[in-house]
Structures are given as structure tokens and as C-alpha cells.
């Protein structure tokens, strides 16, 4: 079974760039995560969708990041305009159906904004 | 809302037992989680608990449980230098995400 895809690996930009990135979860997996790792902390839940609906954005700077989940499946995070502060490592994560199931992560992407 | 606390690093030799320790403040979680981190790398699942257990054990791991200290622990027998990496520890909450502790960077020495 193939794993939680993500791309770019890597991305380098200037502070007030625009960015996206890409996620393609497990096959069949309903609920998808977003989350934001700062260098020497723990991630952080960004989004979480179940199917193409947001569950749980509270955690997202709506001023500057946006995400979609079009049709249940790929999700793409964007952030518009970026800040240097927004340097991160950003792991998607999705998770089947059923108690006790736990998330499965994506290698994820790192971002650097300089 | 929640707060979780691991401590920082932790250094062990080869063949020695490591246990990593999680804290925390408050939470209704049903499964409590521990992750490993390998430098570029992702998180890989290493094992959960149910929240009614108090232990529970996979191959080199134990997994302890304190609900009263809300404490949780981790334990990896006969430390290996492939062990080497960042752990962390992870509560689900009410809608099924994630809080993660800060993580506890593992170090085996030979």
C-alpha cells in the first residue's frame, strides 16, 4: 500500500512569496491533516478535513494560509504572501475510518523562507 | 488547552534501556500515542495505548501508562544506535488530530 505523498520535498522563497503544496493521502483514507513543524518543536494541527469538508481550522492564520481538499481526495496548503516566520517543515497526515486507527504521515515539506 | 512536556535529550550506550517521559496538564484523550522522528525523515508510528491500560508492551518496547500523574512513559530495551532519533509522544484529541509534545532527541552511543 503506498503512503502519504507529498511535494515539493523542499522549497525556497523569499519572504512575501507566495507558495502551495501538494498531498495525495492513503487510498480511501477520509480524514486528511495539515500540521506545522517548527524546527525543535512538536507539529502543530494547521487544518483537518473529513472527506472535502473542514473539520478543524482554528489553528490556521486565515489571513495568509488557505487550504482545499476538492473532491475528497489530493489536498493542496497554500500561504499568500509568506513570512519568515512560516519556515517549517509541513507534514500531511490522513487516517482510515474507525476508533483506534491511528494517522499515517507523509515525508513532508520543508520550507525555508528567507 | 493542552499542555504536553518531554524532556529534552536523552544520551544512552548501546545495549542499555532508554525511557523517555511525558507529561501533562489536561486531556480527554482515548488513545495516547508515541512517535519517532529520524532526521529529514517523517513520523513513523512506533506504538499507542489505550487510555484504560496501564502498560503495554510490543517487542522492545513498554509502554506505561499513569493516569493520576498523567504521566506517560516510554521504554526501549537494549537501546540500538538505529534508535537514534526524535520521539515524541502525541494525545488524540476530541476530533480525532493530534497534540504533540516537544520531543525528546534520543542519543546511542556505541
Known amino acids: 500500500e503506498a503512503g502519504v505523498a507529498q511535494s515539493p520535498r523542499y522549497k525556497i522563497i523569499e519572504k512575501r512569496q507566495s507558495v502551495a503544496f501538494w498531498c495525495n493521502p492513503i487510498?480511501?483514507?477520509?480524514?486528511l491533516y495539515w500540521y506545522q513543524q517548527i524546527l525543535g518543536q512538536g507539529p502543530k494541527l494547521l487544518i483537518q478535513f473529513q472527506n472535502n469538508g473542514v473539520v478543524d481550522d482554528s489553528q490556521l492564520p486565515k489571513d495568509r494560509f488557505s487550504a482545499e481538499r476538492l473532491k475528497g481526495v489530493d489536498s493542496t496548503l497554500k500561504i499568500q504572501p509568506a513570512k519568515l516566520e512560516d519556515s517549517a517543515v509541513y507534514l500531511c497526515?490522513?487516517?482510515?475510518?474507525?476508533?483506534?486507527?491511528?494517522?499515517?504521515f507523509g515525508p513532508g515539506t520543508r520550507l525555508l523562507v528567507l | 488547552g493542552e499542555d504536553v512536556e518531554q524532556s529534552l535529550f536523552l544520551s544512552v550506550r548501546e545495549g542499555d534501556s532508554s525511557v523517555i517521559n511525558c507529561t501533562y496538564t489536561?486531556?480527554?484523550?482515548?488513545?495516547l500515542y508515541w512517535y519517532k522522528q529520524e532526521p529529514g525523515a517523517g513520523l513513523q508510528l512506533l506504538t499507542y495505548i489505550f487510555s484504560n491500560m496501564d502498560m503495554k508492551q510490543d517487542q522492545r518496547l513498554t509502554v506505561l501508562l499513569n493516569k493520576k500523574d498523567k504521566h506517560l512513559s516510554l521504554r526501549i530495551a537494549d537501546t540500538q544506535t538505529g534508535d537514534s532519533a526524535i520521539y515524541f509522544c502525541a494525545w488524540d484529541t476530541g476530533r480525532r488530530a493530534l497534540t504533540f509534545g516537544s520531543g525528546t532527541r534520543l542519543q546511542v552511543q556505541p
Open positions: 489536561d486531556s480527554s484523550s482515548t488513545y
Open positions: 497526515a490522513s487516517r482510515p475510518r474507525g476508533a483506534g486507527e491511528t494517522q499515517y
Open positions: 487510498s480511501g483514507h477520509a480524514t
